[in-house]
C-alpha cells in the first residue's frame, strides 16, 4: 500500500510482551496517506499494529495452530487520523490507544468484530475532544492476508461522540458506521477519525436522527450482550449458608464457570446477533467439535458484539436450579442499558446477556419468543452455577420500562437506587462502581 515508505515510523515496545513486557503490541506502524480528493477522503495518518497477529510462529506468544487458521487473534487494528495542516509527523498517542486495546484482548482473549464498539469515556487524545468512544469496522483498503502463521484481517477503529456510541448500542454498529460515511467530516468513505470534530452526525445532520429511530423500532438493537459490572443474588435462601450454590453474592466468593458454561454464553451472545432469523439459545453445555468454528483459534474467546454465528452441538441438557426470588445488581453505566435490553431486545423476540467482568457472573434476559432457554414462564427464574436467566412476558417488560424510566437521564440520577416489584418477586439496585471493585464491600 505504501511503496514510498519502506522504513515508515514506528512506536515500538522497549520491553516485547514475550519479555515480560507490559505492551503486547511488538510495534505500530505510522503512515502518510495522501487521501483521494475524488472520493473527498483527506489526507491523514494511518496507523497500522503489529503484534495480536502471530509474528513469530513460534509459540513464544500465540499458539501456532497452522497456516489455514487465524494468526494469533486472528487480526491486526489500524487507525485514520486526520492529517491537521502543516503537521509534518503523525501524532503517537494513536499507538497507546492501540496498546490499550490490545492489553484487552490479551487479558480477556476477547476478539473484536466489525460492528463492535468500545466505551472508553475519555477523549481518545486526552484532549478536551468530543470523540471519546470507538467503533471497529474493516479497513477500507487493508484486504486479509495469508500469512504463513495464519490468516490476518485488519479492524479500523474509528473515533465517534458518546451520542452515536448511544445509538450504535440501541441500534447497531454497523447502522451507525454507514451514516458516518456519508458525512466528510465525521468520516466520510474512509471513516477518517478528526479528533476537532465538534458536531455529532445528528447535530450535522437533524435527519440522520430520524434514520436511527426508524431502524430501532424496525430492527430493535443487534447488541446481544456487554462486559459489565453486575451481580445476582437468589432471595429464596439464605446468602450465609455457604453450601448452597445458589447464593451468589458480591460479598462472597462467587463459584466459577465451567469451561463449558463459559463457551455456552458466549454461544448465547453470537446466536442473539442472526436478526431477522428465530432467536434460539443453545442448549446448556453445548460442545463444539472440531471444525465447526474455523474463524477462530479454539482457545480464543469471541467478542461479546461480534457479529459471527456458529453451528451448534446438541447435548443433553443438564439439571437447572429454579428461583423464586431474585435480586440483579448493575453499576450505573451497566442499569443504563437495561431499557436497551428490554425495548430493542426483549421486546423483539430476542435476549440480552451482562457478563460481569469482576467475577463470574452472568445475567441473561430472555423473552418468551426465544427457544432453548432455561427459563420459563412457569418458571421464570433459572440457574446454571453462577449463570442466571429471566424470562419477561411483554407485558411486563412494558411496565418495567415505565418504571424504569429514570434511568434514561442518568444526570439526574442518585445512587444507590432500587427498583421492585414484589409481586412478580424481583429488585433490581443501581449501585456506586466502588461495590464491584471490592468484593468485601
Request: aromatic share 8%; hydrophobic share 35%; proline share 8%.
Amino acid at each position: 500500500l505504501y511503496p514510498d515508505q519502506p522504513n515508515p515510523l514506528q512506536v515500538t515496545a522497549i520491553l516485547k510482551y514475550w519479555l515480560g513486557g507490559p505492551d503486547p503490541l511488538d510495534y505500530v506502524s505510522m503512515y502518510r496517506n495522501l487521501g483521494n480528493p475524488a472520493l473527498n477522503v483527506p489526507e491523514h495518518w494511518h496507523y497500522v499494529s503489529f503484534g495480536l497477529s502471530d509474528l513469530y510462529g513460534d509459540n513464544r506468544v500465540h499458539e501456532f495452530t497452522g497456516a489455514d487458521g487465524p494468526s494469533g487473534f486472528g487480526f491486526e487494528l489500524t487507525f485514520r487520523l486526520k492529517r491537521e495542516t502543516g503537521e509534518s509527523a503523525p501524532p503517537t498517542w494513536p499507538a497507546e490507544l492501540m496498546q490499550g486495546l490490545a492489553r484487552y484482548v490479551f487479558q480477556s482473549e476477547n476478539t473484536f468484530c466489525s460492528g463492535d464498539h468500545v466505551s472508553w469515556h475519555s477523549p481518545l487524545d486526552n484532549s478536551e475532544s468530543r470523540i471519546q468512544h470507538m467503533l471497529l469496522t474493516e479497513d477500507p483498503q487493508m484486504q486479509p492476508v495469508q500469512t504463513p502463521f495464519g490468516v490476518v484481517t485488519f479492524l479500523q477503529i474509528v473515533g465517534v461522540c458518546t451520542e452515536e456510541l448511544h445509538a450504535a448500542q440501541q441500534w447497531n454498529g454497523q447502522g451507525i458506521l454507514e451514516l458516518l460515511r456519508t458525512v466528510p467530516v465525521a468520516g466520510g468513505p474512509w471513516l477518517i477519525t478528526d479528533m476537532r470534530r465538534g458536531e455529532t452526525i445528528f447535530e450535522i445532520d437533524p435527519h440522520l436522527q430520524e434514520r436511527v429511530d426508524k431502524g430501532i423500532e424496525t430492527d430493535g438493537s443487534n447488541l446481544s450482550g456487554v462486559s459489565a459490572k453486575c451481580a445476582w443474588d437468589d432471595l429464596s435462601r439464605p446468602p450465609e449458608d455457604d453450601e448452597d450454590s445458589r447464593s451468589i453474592c458480591i460479598g462472597t466468593q462467587p463459584r466459577r464457570l465451567s469451561g463449558k458454561d463459559t463457551e455456552q454464553i458466549r454461544e448465547t451472545l453470537r446466536r442473539g446477533l442472526e436478526i431477522n432469523s428465530k432467536p434460539v439459545l443453545p442448549p446448556i453445555n453445548a460442545q463444539r467439535q472440531n471444525g465447526l468454528n474455523l474463524d477462530r483459534a479454539p482457545s480464543r474467546k469471541d467478542s461479546l458484539e461480534s457479529e459471527s454465528s456458529a453451528a451448534i452441538i446438541p447435548h443433553e441438557l443438564i439439571r437447572t436450579r429454579q428461583l423464586e426470588s431474585v435480586h440483579l445488581k448493575f453499576n450505573q453505566e451497566s442499569g443504563a442499558l437495561i431499557p436497551l435490553c428490554l425495548r430493542g431486545r426483549l421486546l423483539h423476540g430476542r435476549h440480552f446477556t451482562y457478563k460481569s467482568i469482576t467475577g463470574d457472573t452472568a445475567i441473561t434476559f430472555v423473552s418468551t419468543g426465544v427457544e432453548g432457554a432455561f427459563a420459563t414462564e412457569e418458571h421464570p427464574y433459572a440457574a446454571h452455577g453462577p449463570w442466571l436467566q429471566i424470562l419477561l412476558t411483554e407485558e411486563f417488560v412494558e411496565r418495567m420500562l415505565e418504571d424504569l424510566e429514570d434511568l434514561n437521564s442518568p444526570e439526574e440520577f442518585k445512587l444507590p437506587k432500587e427498583y421492585s416489584w414484589p409481586e412478580k418477586k424481583l429488585k433490581v439496585s443501581i449501585l456506586p462502581d466502588a461495590v464491584f471493585d471490592n468484593p468485601l464491600h
